[in-house]
């Protein structure tokens, strides 16, 4: 079989690098593959599109792929430049660069009559084809950038796309900067704007947002004992959920209940007021999504917890207001983050247009940002849009160019029921994770449905199993492809039958192979407390299963089993491990139990019937 891979980010390299391994792993014959990448080298939009002091949102635990990870005296935290050079490494350590064709721009891929498809692409200007019998698109979600249509926008100075920001000073000296977008990338741009010789910085947003940190918070109650300050830090916060009873052994019902999200956004709550007393984000006061939000339906700006203390200049509260407030505020010491005092940055409405003199006139969203701005005058000199990007394929056929052309037709947002030969890798977004580890599972789904498809349990695959790691997302919104990280992930390990049940884990953990390995016959018992304790992570589902790897136990019981060891007792194992396995264990058991009890009755039914019937056409 003959595949072509494009794109050469996270999602194209893991996907090149299971179709070469399939041959070892699933028995098959050798896959030809070949890769295009219009870049000059491998990272996709941590390549080409990054800027000054850019860094991973996601930690590099969950981020690694499975079987090639990070060094343990790394940060937690990568910069996107380290992130490249990791790549780099992977394509070395599985010899990927013979099968890469840089700097060759993919104009179109059209299918044959005879089944199969031709790769029409460019290289130096000059045209080639390459006939293949399936497509990997791993393009990317960050190629083509969106820019929302203003009003009077010509009449600004200088307006770019965040792709195209590189460095601080860009934003010159002394000018008036308009950020319009307040997701990860608004918040980075921002804090890169007013740590710049700017005039003023102003955030625009449209409909709130949700800042998180980007480790799990630690409030330290007045009577608890004062923390080392050589203590290793809290640990990431995408990482920071168990995975046992929460999408490990959840019965289908429960699952796709509403029961599991009530519970952490009790939790999330509970959590930000205690640590900063506010619901909003983390130390957010201003800009917070509409009331009654749900961690169902948001997706959390890991890098605002940088910005806050600048949005905080103008919003926070100098004292605690009310009782309660006082009360925490007396009780729990959270760590600030500092800011210069006579720097800030201004919150504001979207823009609705800008006027005849240069100025934005916001819009009257009802909210205390909008009378605050309501009587400055904005003239900016710089606008930045922070809006993303995209979702088109420009190189596929008319009608398969964009996302919406595949709505509800798409089998775990994978590959079309119609077509399962283009695989669409990396087009899901996390609210809470990282779309790398999310890909190298789409990956080894796609691969081994194109190779293998008797091996994918429960084929063919229905939609029915799909709704739970599904976010909620309103019609009108531009990102409609999110998922939760930790149920998305654990259902397509179900789907290859890599998600090993109580019985394998024993057997892995405590069996024959486990004791003769000498490094891990100190520490039977790290892996089973790991996988039940520890976020769903890649490597967990290399255990057992098609893509089964011999070094998944060594990562289990040394960097995995670090991780989990690190969380806090109260902040981390109690709230997030022992709770919910006390609430959603039995509760999971009890479901199993009227489950198969009213399976049972139904059969019983069924046969009373038929033996009615039967009774029924003697007598007559």
Known sequence: MRVAIIGAGPSGLVTLKYLLAAENALGTDPVEARLFESEPGVGGTFLARTYEDAELVSSRQLTC????????DEPDFISAKRYVEYLNEYCTHFNLWPYMTFSSIVKSVKKRKDG??????????RQHTWECDAVGVCSGLHVEPSIPEIKGIERVPQVFHSSVLKKRD????GKTVLILGSGETGA??????????????VLCHRDGFHLAPKRNPRPRFIFSRQRDPNERPQVPIDVSRASLFDTAYVHPW??????????YDYYVRMILWTSWGTTHGTDQWIGGKPQGWSTSEIFFNKSGFKVSPYLNVTWKPKAPQGLLRRLRSWTVRTPKIEASEDRKVDLAPWPERIDESGVVVFRDNGRPEYMHMRGEIIKPDIIVFCTGYTHEFSFLEEGKRNSCDYDGNMVRDIWSRDDPSIGFIGFVRPNLGAIPPLAEFQAQLW????LTPERVIGAPLLPRDEPHYRLVSKKHARVRYGVDHESYAYQLALDMGSAPSLGDILRIGYGAEAKEDRSSRSCLWRLPFTWALSANFNTKFRLCGPWRWDGA????NTELWDTVSRREIFFGHFTLSIVPMLIFGPMSLLV???ASLYSLLEELGDVLRAAKVRAFQRIR
């Open 65 to 72: 792929f499975s079987d090639f990870r990070c060094q343990d």
């Open 116 to 125: 199969g498809h031709t790769v029409t692409y460019l290289i130096s200007g």
């Open 170 to 173: 860009q934003f010159g000296v």
């Open 188 to 201: 980075d741009v921002s804090i890169l704007a007013v740590t710049s010789p700017t005039k003023r910085v």
């Open 254 to 263: 429960l699952r796709n209940s509403n029961v599991l999200w009530t519970y």
């Open 447 to 450: 691969v081994l449905n194109l």
């Open 553 to 556: 136990r060594e990562v289990m």
């Open 592 to 594: 199993f139990i009227y």
